[in-house]
């Protein structure tokens, strides 16, 4: 297989279970409806922590992305969304720190 017709696979795969299949994974169909957008936003991340150093060769390109889908994928398998917090609305119910000056409380 060429590099072309990996890169060709990949923009055709669109769900979780397309990933996890294409890439030979066994997996847990319930683990992944419930978690399928958290897995495939953290393969996302994973991917861009190498984004600069991904190898050009086709055989080490899909190991590559079939290890960080794996670990993805095993991420939910030991935890859940909200612990992982992948997604941004998980983000934003984190408490937030403001800081107030005391100036800035009499100036109002």
Do not use: C, G, W
């Not at 669109?14 to 996890?20: C, G, H, K, P, Q």
């Not at 612990?83 to 984190?94: F, G, I, N, Q």
């Amino acid at each position: 297989m060429s590099l072309e017709i990996f890169e060709d696979d990949m923009e055709d795969l669109v769900s979780a279970e397309d990933f996890l299949q294409y890439f030979d994974i066994d997996y847990d169909q319930t683990i992944v409806h419930v978690n399928r957008l958290h897995i495939l936003q953290r393969f996302h991340n994973y991917l861009n922590t190498v984004k600069d150093s991904l190898p050009e060769a086709e055989d080490a390109l899909r190991d590559v992305y079939k290890t960080f889908l794996l670990q993805a994928y095993t991420d939910f398998v030991d935890s859940d969304a909200a612990t992982e917090k992948v997604l941004k609305v998980y983000k934003m119910l984190e408490p937030q720190e403001t800081f107030v000056s005391l100036d800035q409380l009499i100036k109002s």
